[in-house]
T-cell receptor
Framework: TQLLEQSPQFLSIQEGENLTVYCNSS?????LQWYRQEPGEGPVLLVT?????EVKKLKRLTFQFGDARKDSSLHITAAQPGDTGLYLC????????????FGQGTILTVHP | DTAVSQTPKYLVTQMGNDKSIKCEQN?????MYWYKQDSKKFLKIMFS???????INETVPNRFSPKSPDKAHLNLHINSLELGDSAVYFC??????????FGSGTRLTVV
């Protein structure tokens, strides 16, 4: 069983559309991280959410941490082809050498 | 440039061969990792080293042996390669307050 369930697995949309990616769990987390991975590259950290109910914005990307700290969402407004990539949520262990446990990822394709 | 760099980028080899992947970070991080990404894009940790000491070994076959000569380097040696080892391998490093930084990956293809 996956600790982090991401949905949807695949998302194919037209430029200008809005979308939301979900990361759900039955466990409570001290924080969750979101990464974007482009083809041929490693994941790049977008944001870390720490406080229940927290909302963070990164340009057209809005990240929310659930009140109970069991889930998170990523909303993209007016998607652009440059947003295409694999979006991953992850939970980090409590220490500096805590492993990252990833969700299955959402492959987003934005068509011009 | 400050980064996590790993070599080679691509590796094609025959079954049964032994190969190594090298990783170096110049971020001053104490902890380094190897992750494996399968064909479905699922990323899973293999090993973690903190200041040259093995911290995490996630049920990885003995054919995989990491080595950390110093805290800036973490290499991965694989013996007797099998078809199922084909994947993309990512090196990463982390430090409290700095988050995780990944290398750009090594695509290993075993034929």
């Amino acid at each position: 069983t996956q600790l982090l369930e991401q949905s949807p697995q695949f998302l194919s949309i037209q430029e200008g559309e809005n979308l939301t990616v979900y990361c759900n769990s039955s466990s409570v987390f001290s924080s969750l991280q979101w990464y974007r991975q482009e083809p041929g590259e490693g994941p790049v950290l977008l944001v870390t959410v720490v406080t229940g109910g927290e909302v963070k914005k990164l340009k057209r990307l809005t990240f929310q941490f659930g009140d109970a700290r069991k889930d998170s969402s990523l909303h993209i407004t007016a998607a652009q082809p440059g947003d295409t990539g694999l979006y991953l949520c992850a939970y980090a262990g409590g220490t500096s050498y805590g492993k990252l446990t990833f969700g299955q990822g959402t492959i987003l394709t934005v068509h011009p | 440039d400050t980064a996590v760099s790993q070599t080679p980028k691509y590796l094609v080899t025959q079954m049964g061969n032994d190969k190594s992947i090298k990783c170096e970070q110049n971020l001053g991080h104490d902890t380094m990792y190897w992750y494996k990404q399968d064909s479905k894009k699922f990323l899973k940790i293999m090993f973690s080293y903190n200041n040259k000491e093995l911290i995490i070994n996630e049920t990885v076959p003995n054919r995989f042996s990491p080595k950390s000569p110093d805290k800036a380097h973490l290499n991965l040696h694989i013996n007797s390669l099998e078809l199922g080892d084909s994947a993309v391998y990512f090196c990463a490093s982390s430090q409290i307050g700095s988050g995780y930084t990944f290398g750009s990956g090594t695509r290993l293809t075993v034929v």
